[in-house]
């Protein structure tokens, strides 16, 4: 069991807070870069517990600075988005993307007001479709470098990016990307989907090396075997099922530090899925889908996941006020939880069931979360290095991130002679099948 306190320590993630300070030490997402494309793209945004507002300026640079103005303290969500900044509607002052203070207009013309104003600003990025943050300190300088990872060299043609609001704390969120059992019963389905209607769905695919769909494996092999490996990246979770007859179903998933997952959606695409923390009692997930084979088809992505997901906040629409369209015929017939066909409803129903914090000093751990505790070792480990003024893993300078490739992620079948070296031999022939993909990245595989 936890004490009270190192709940506390690992899930709060404010200004000031030790979490915080490591969480301000990488990018975090901060919007999807569609949302900008908008005639004012201007949008207020909530991250690590701070209030800030998000532009693109006429020369199509973006700017992230804090909400209120440092005259008055007036909503700069609400400026005037022209001359080259944001403009404050109370009284005109104007800042560029870096918080510089342009114009002070109601001032004398002379004044040196202007000169000696300045808005907190941060760096902003953009990566695989999404718009990333830095609030750490000492600027861009001093941000890590973007990772060598699949979703951010792929092509534009080949990745789609989404995301969706949970109201919990985006450590019970993370933690339930990183446990590979509850696939076996929380997204269980009674019956195997036809493979072509699964794409872009979840668990709808047929395992690699076989005709066996996903959702067979998990329903009907229930315990499955988990090893948990330190990486430069994070942890490598490997999972395997026997499956009897000398075959081995296996799962090869990732946590990315601080708070990302990567795992397999189909034969030929893969997710990575960011829980970015809005503050201690809500998290986005932003995932981008990365395809090896064949381009995304990002209409169909989209208007699948707009089915559940309402603009503009990306709420889903079953949630806890109409309970996640619970259904117990479908829960008898069709589905374990009887919430519907989007695993992505059944995992926030699951995390937000925990409170909006969880407590952690009533839980009982099995053997089959010993990759959350493993993390949780991580993660305690790396707020106190950056409490200590070193380097967290991953938040790393360029050199090192060029070194970071993949993470390979699998989901398929081996005979049991060939299960050593299963993983490394399936990344490898579906990179080199791909246009894009690095060869590299094979060697991280296991």
């Known amino acids: 069991m936890m004490s009270a306190q190192e709940n506390e320590l690992i899930t709060r993630v404010g200004p000031g807070r030790p979490c915080g300070a490591l969480m301000r030490r990488y990018w975090q997402p901060v919007a999807l870069k569609v949302e900008l494309d908008a005639p004012r ?21 973006y700017g992230l600075l804090d909400r209120h103005c440092p005259h ?76 060598a990872f699949d979703c951010f060299l792929a092509p534009d043609t080949h990745t789609f990016a989404f995301k969706g609001l949970w109201e919990c704390n985006w450590l019970q969120a993370l933690e ?70 000398g075959a081995t179903h296996m799962r090869v998933t990732n946590q990315i530090f601080p708070h990302a997952i990567s795992i397999p959606l189909s034969q030929e695409m893969t997710l990575m899925q960011w829980h970015a923390p809005v503050d201690d009692l809500n998290c986005y997930w932003y995932t981008v889908f990365t395809s090896f084979g064949k381009p995304v088809d990002k209409a169909a992505m989209r208007a699948q996941r707009l089915q559940v997901y309402e603009l503009p906040e990306y709420r889903s629409r079953k949630n806890r006020s109409n ?54 070792r991580l993660l305690k480990r790396s707020i106190a290095q950056v409490n200590k003024g070193e380097t967290p893993v991953l938040a790393v300078g360029p050199e090192e ?32 099948g791909a246009t894009w993909a690095s060869q590299g990245a094979s060697q991280g595989a296991s």
């Open 72 to 147: 008055r303290g007036a909503d700069l969500a609400f400026g005037r988005r022209e001359d080259g900044g944001l403009r404050c509607s109370f009284h005109g002052w104007l800042f560029d993307v870096t918080g510089r203070c342009l114009e002070t207009p109601a001032e004398p013309v002379n004044s040196p007001l202007c000169r000696n104003i300045r808005q907190p600003a941060y760096p902003v990025a953009e990566k695989a479709g999404i718009l990333w943050a830095y609030l750490g300190p000492g600027g861009l300088a001093a941000a890590p470098a973007f990772p």
């Open 176 to 245: 339930v990307g990183i446990d590979p059992a509850h696939a076996s019963y929380l997204h269980r389905f009674f019956e195997d989907e036809d493979r072509a209607k699964s794409y872009g769905k979840q668990f709808r695919d047929a395992s690699l090396d076989s005709d066996i769909p996903m959702t067979r494996v998990m329903r009907e092999h229930g315990r499955p075997t988990i090893k948990v490996e330190p990486t430069g990246y994070g942890l490598k979770i490997v999972t395997t099922r026997d499956l009897g007859n």
């Open 323 to 376: 309970h996640y369209g619970f259904d117990p015929h479908e829960q008898q017939h069709k589905t374990y939880t009887g919430m519907g066909e989007d695993i992505n409803v059944h995992d926030q129903w699951a995390v937000e069931s925990l409170g909006p914090i969880q407590d952690r000093t009533k839980e009982h751990l099995g053997s089959s979360d010993k990759a959350i505790s493993a993390y949780r």
């Open 401 to 432: 991130a060029t070194r970071l490739t993949g993470p390979p992620t699998i989901d398929g079948i081996a005979t049991n002679v060939a299960l050593a070296t299963y993983a490394a031999d399936t990344d490898r022939r579906r990179r080199e």
């Open 41 to 61: 793209p201007v949008k207020a945004v909530r991250l690590l517990g701070q209030d800030l507002v998000l532009f693109r300026n006429e020369e199509g640079r």
